[in-house]
């Protein structure tokens, strides 16, 4: 399996492994899947960190890049494509901008998004696939 951890995610399975299903950290421990994360997810955690909206334990969001290649998630850059088209993203009761990108690379890339998030159905038309 391909996929695609959304933010939260990602911070679960560094600190909290404890807070994603079973399926989910099955997956992610599992070496036959591509496991990744989006650097706009070190954007959102970098800029949640500096407005104090959440906290770190023993690292500085800097340091995550290092955490992730770690733990064998590969980190996605944002390409310059994926950025010019994503006016084409449906406009969905779901406004997060962070959110919104990271279903975009999924849907392009045909990734798994892999997401607590029950605000994502509305993107199932596009393609979007999701596990929690």
Sequence with gaps: MNCLLDTH???????SADKLSAQV???IR???NRVCVSAVSFWEISLKYA???????KCQPEDLPD???????EILPLTAQEA??????????????????????????SL???SKDGGFAGYEELGLQTLW
């Design 9 to 15: 995610a990602f911070l679960w399975a560094v600190f």
């Design 25 to 27: 950290r099955k997956v």
């Design 30 to 32: 599992s070496p036959e």
């Design 51 to 57: 407005i104090g909206k959440i906290g770190l334990e």
């Design 67 to 73: 955490v992730a290649a770690g733990m064998d998630i």
């Design 84 to 109: 010019a088209t994503f006016h084409r993203l449906p406009r969905r009761e779901h406004k997060d901008p962070f959110d919104r990108m990271i279903i975009w690379q999924a849907v392009q890339r």
């Design 112 to 114: 798994v998004l892999v």
